[in-house]
């Protein structure tokens, strides 16, 4: 993967200032917080969009397909022209929690073949670090009253641009490449489980919580210090990396980890909520793979 990964807060407002700004997404989202929008119109960027991630950047939810499989892709391409995505023109996308939501959004479009698709480094925290306004919209408005309507895009997606697996496909991969678990490491050992049907992890997979992928301000460690970070869990070595979480999501934040360390993934979008609904499907515990 060698397209450009984040854009730095500067690197933004210069864009926004150029007269020529980039489509900005916020993908406001959080386990257990439904009140994405809200936080939205409470103060996002000026001329951020709103995405729902459950809505928009999902299919409906299934044992077979997990929390969150991929959307169909006409209604992917249908929301991402009611952003505003145009051909050649590039997106920006950020939500408030080190970009492990918004990660979702930049993975999507990339796979769905949008070329310039970036993370603001930092999250929504980076911005107001900086001191840089933020729009707000009078509570029951509905999108923000100082954010006119996007002008419709004419994007035309194409699946295929990053790699995907199943669940057959992330068992074989345990054992002949590198499975990463995204999640908290609490839950790959199977101490608790808050939301999928099983605890555990997929036997063989390698614990690399996404947590760890940022420095304490939210932005991404630096590419040598995560290099080393996948290199010490057998990415150097591995002819093929795949990654699963929960649902993936926080999947595609360490996607885009690695890819910033130098390293190419494959993701398992059914993950460990598709994985633990099938009976069928062994579930190992423990801080090692198997």
Not at 86 to 106: F, I, M, S
Not at 231 to 243: H, Q, T, W
Not at 254 to 265: R, T, Y
Request: include cysteine; hydrophobic fraction near 40%.
């Amino acid at each position: 993967m060698s397209a450009r990964v984040t854009t730095t807060v500067a690197e933004l407002r210069e864009l926004i200032d150029s007269g020529q700004p980039p489509v900005l997404l916020d993908v406001r989202r959080a386990l257990g917080d439904p009140h994405g929008r809200d936080h939205y119109e409470a103060g996002h960027i000026p001329g951020a969009v709103y995405v729902d991630l459950d809505r928009e950047l999902a299919g409906p939810p299934s044992p077979e397909g997990g929390r969150h499989p991929l959307p169909d892709l006409a209604n992917l391409q249908a929301a991402a022209r009611s952003w505003g995505l145009k051909e050649g023109r590039p997106v920006v996308v950020y939500d408030d929690l080190g970009n492990t939501a918004a990660a979702r959004a930049w993975w999507l479009l990339r796979w769905a073949g949008v070329p310039e698709v970036t993370l603001l480094d930092g999250a929504l925290g980076a911005w107001r670090a900086a001191g840089l306004p933020l729009e707000s919209a009078p509570a029951g408005t509905g999108p923000a009253a100082n954010t006119p309507e996007p002008e419709p895009g004419d994007v035309v997606l194409k699946p295929g641009g990053l790699p995907v697996t199943d669940a057959d496909g992330a068992a074989q991969l345990a054992f002949t490449g590198l499975l990463l678990d995204a999640r908290a490491g609490e839950r790959y050992r199977g101490e608790q489980e808050p939301v999928d049907p099983r605890a555990g992890h997929v036997p063989g997979a390698v614990s690399a919580p996404t947590g760890e992928n940022l420095a304490a301000d939210g932005t991404f460690l630096p590419p040598e210090v995560l290099r080393k970070r996948f290199e010490d869990s057998g990415a150097g070595e591995a002819a093929v990396i795949g990654v699963y979480c929960g649902s993936g999501v926080t999947a595609a934040h360490q996607i885009a980890a690695l890819a910033i360390a130098g390293f190419d993934a494959t993701l398992f979008p059914g993950s460990w909520s598709a994985w633990s609904a099938d009976p069928a499907r062994p579930a190992a515990t423990g801080p090692l793979p198997s």
